[in-house]
């Protein structure tokens, strides 16, 4: 079955510098890779997602890149803001959605 | 938010007795799923419906079932709660294969 690597599983900027998650996944039949967002004590929450058919993909501060080759999608964070702090995790799509172990992100002022 | 309810959203239970935690939805969709979130190993997948009565097992499925008599409903039962199922459970439901899942604000379970 799918299985989801991501990396680093903690992650410490400066307000204004950029962030970047990486994540790898074994299962070449996956097509979609979505990255959510959790703040402390919620529920996840869709950010961005990719399919397998693009590239890159950007939604303001926040883009997503995939090379199905190298089996690998980062998310991008630019301009980083206190509240971008949270645990994000990237996902792809086996049988079901499988989540890499997430990565949390702290953005100190 | 998405229509997704889950029931009973806290509860402590003792080891060896069974427990059922429910999960509603009222947006129709096929796909519903549970997960479980623990502390170092992110969201990991315990079982899936792609249609009533049509389920199947995920990463993490030894000490669980489940049951979807109805679109609306999956039931997530541990047969005989351990410790080691004190969790996080989040119901998630999508309406197609590889598609955005919405979460439902997850039941917080311990097992003592």
Known sequence: GENVEQHPSTLSV????????????????????????????KRPQLIIDIRSNVGEKKDQRIAVTLNKTAKHFSLHITE???????????????TALIFGKGTTLSVSS | DAGITQSPRHKVTETGTPVTLRCHQTENHRYMYWYRQDPGHGLRLIHYSYGVKD????EVSDGYSVSRSKTEDFLLTLESATSSQ??????AISDAYENTIYFGEGSWLTVV
Do not use: H, M, R
């Not at chain 1, 980083?80 to 086996?94: H, I, K, L, R």
């Open chain 2, 55 to 58: 389920t199947d097992k995920g």
């Open chain 1, 80 to 94: 980083t803001q206190p509240e971008d702090s949270a645990v994000y995790f990237c996902a792809a799509s086996g």
């Open chain 2, 86 to 91: 004190t969790s996080v459970y989040f119901c």
């Open chain 1, 14 to 41: 400066q307000e204004g510098d950029s962030a970047v998650i990486k994540c790898t996944y074994s299962d070449s039949a996956s097509n979609y890779f979505p990255w959510y967002k959790q703040e402390l004590g």
